[in-house]
């Protein structure tokens, strides 16, 4: 059984960083794909970025060019740097996993992933 455990938000002003980090347990290998989802109240969950066993990465266009995905395999840990953050991007924040290598097209896709974390909150405020 796969385990997730999101850390790293919190609050802060406009303009401002943010790293998240996503520690995985339970994986049997490093062939993987992992993912950044957001979801804010009332609107349905977005996925904001991904990455493949290959280190392939994918960004939603809300997001491309400001946040970075990365992994370290050893520790079995995604992070999502987020730059330039605006009011918009406040949600709560869910690392996803899934265990094979997922075709590019379907890595922000919801539906694709068995594993999620708890979540964590990004507020982005003045």
């Known amino acids: 059984q796969v385990r997730l455990v999101e850390s790293g938000g919190g609050t802060i002003q406009p303009g401002g960083s943010l790293r998240l980090a996503c520690a995985a347990s339970?994986?049997?290998?490093?062939?993987?794909?992992m993912a950044w989802f957001r979801q804010s109240p009332g609107k349905t969950r977005e996925g904001v970025a991904a990455?493949?066993?290959?280190?392939?990465?994918d960004y939603s266009d809300t997001v491309k060019g400001r946040f970075t995905i990365s992994k370290d395999n050893l520790k079995v840990t995604v992070f999502l740097r987020m730059d330039s953050l605006k009011p918009e991007d406040t949600a709560m924040y869910y690392c996803a996993f899934r265990g094979i290598s997922l075709p590019y097209s379907s890595r922000l896709r919801e539906d694709e992933y068995y594993y999620w974390g708890q979540g964590t909150q990004v507020i982005v405020s003045s």
């Open positions: 990455i493949g066993p290959d280190g392939q990465t």
């Open positions: 339970g994986v049997a290998n490093n062939w993987y794909t």
